[in-house]
């Protein structure tokens, strides 16, 4: 919804559970993943969830640097995660 609607607390309410409902079916599929490969609950989460978190901080660092002649603003988004 619209920022303007309720003074923005009901986009604030939606996009939390929004974030909640993705971070339950990241969690389940982590979960069936680990299952079928074998590999507890707490390696499946230490590998897979955090390889996860840190792939699109690797995109955005790479894109950053390619598009940049001396690659500062990738030094930034590694320092920044």
Known sequence: ???DFCG???CFWCALIG???VTMIINDMASLLGCV???PDEITAITFVALGTSLPDTFASMASAKSELHADS???NVTGS
């Open 8 to 10: 923005g607390w009901l």
């Open 19 to 21: 974030i909640g409902f």
């Open 74 to 76: 990738s030094v930034g």
């Open 1 to 3: 919804p619209p920022t």
């Open 37 to 39: 490969l074998c590999i």
